[in-house]
């Protein structure tokens, strides 16, 4: 797989699974809700990555690394073209740092898995700065194509917001679950009597996300 399930692809899968004729907005609906709770999960926004560069502004701590999740970053990136530093008002150019000499990305072998790179470490950025005066010119995603696995949960998630929430829960039943589909309800207000739907996350996604989920960078 290349690319997330299209409506199309992920209405069928709602066919299978027992709603003869879903609603193709309420499908639409479920699979972007889907891939967001992915985005969400796994800490890369987009978790697909960008088909064309972008630029993000980064401030330096102090620390000498560059954590693409900080100030409001998507998290990584698969292929890096450009870095500057020093990019501020006065000088909106900066200074190219150069990949292997002035600055190495991490995980060292992203690249090679497909995978993001999440941070990077130089050492001509030992200071803080109260401006994000790095920049970073990228292609901002977690991986350069859907794993099959990825697809599968996403067509999962779906299945769980479009076919179990429908159907009633019953009074005591905290979760159902048909093959890898599994949806949870929680207690209402007064924990008694009925029970109500709540977040329905599949547990093939959850399971899925730990696999492609960025670290924390202390």
């Not at 898995?113 to 109260?130: K, M, N, V």
Request: hydrophobic share 40%; charged share 20%; net charge negative.
């Amino acid at each position: 797989m290349s690319a997330y399930p299209t409506v199309p692809e992920a209405v069928e899968r709602v066919r299978v699974a027992g709603i003869p004729s879903p609603s193709y907005t309420q499908v639409e609906t479920a699979l972007q809700a889907a891939i967001r709770a992915l985005e969400r999960e796994t800490g890369f926004t987009p978790f697909l990555a960008e088909s064309v560069a972008t630029q993000w502004h980064f401030r330096p701590d102090g620390s000498g690394m560059i954590d693409f999740a900080a100030d409001g970053g998507p998290g990584g990136f698969v292929e890096i073209q450009e870095v500057r530093h020093g990019v501020i008002h006065a000088s909106p150019t900066g200074l190219a740092l150069v990949a292997g000499r002035d600055y190495t990305l991490y995980p060292v072998n992203a690249a090679l898995r497909g995978r993001a790179y999440w941070f990077l470490r130089s050492t001509l950025l030992h200071f803080e700065d109260f401006e994000p005066s790095v920049r970073v010119t990228g292609r901002a995603g977690g991986v350069t194509a859907i794993p099959e696995d990825v697809y599968e949960a996403i067509c999962a998630e779906v299945v769980a917001r479009v076919v179990y929430p429908a159907q009633a829960p019953v009074a005591g039943v905290s979760m159902v679950r048909q093959g890898d589909v599994e949806v949870r309800y929680g207690a209402t207000a007064s924990g008694e009597g009925d029970v109500i739907p709540r977040y329905a996350l599949s547990e093939q996604l959850r399971a899925v996300a730990r696999s492609y989920r960025r670290l924390r960078i202390a």
